[in-house]
């Protein structure tokens, strides 16, 4: 049984930063690509981040140079390290492996907000 768990979401100041984790069990993330999605209300989800197996990462135009994507395999664990965080940035974020499908967290909630 697959299960993403995220966490590391909160409340923080424009400008600041934030480091979400999301812990695997059931995959090993190493050879998935994992990616974090965003959906904020309203609107759809998106794709912020991705990593694949062999290591090549894909961003989103709006977090290139803020955010950035890497995996400890010795945890299973998936991380986004995001700085300069803007009120944009607001949102339901989500974890995803793809191996054959599609898993997914339950999200974590990062709000962006003085």
């Known amino acids: 049984q697959v299960q993403l768990v995220e966490s590391g979401g909160g409340l923080v100041q424009p400008e600041g930063s934030l480091r979400l984790s999301c812990a695997a069990s059931?995959?090993?993330?190493?050879?998935?690509?994992m990616g974090w999605y965003r959906q904020a209300p309203g609107k759809q989800r998106e794709l912020v981040a991705a990593i694949t197996s062999g290591g090549s990462t894909n961003y989103a135009d709006s977090v290139k140079g803020r955010f950035t994507i890497s995996r400890d395999n010795a945890k299973n664990t998936v991380y986004l390290q995001m700085n300069s965080l803007k009120p944009e940035d607001t949102a339901v974020y989500y974890c995803?492996?793809?191996?054959?499908?599609?898993?997914w967290g339950q999200g974590t909630q990062v709000t962006v907000s003085s």
């Open positions: 059931g995959i090993i993330v190493r050879l998935c690509t």
């Open positions: 995803n492996a793809r191996i054959m499908t599609d898993y």
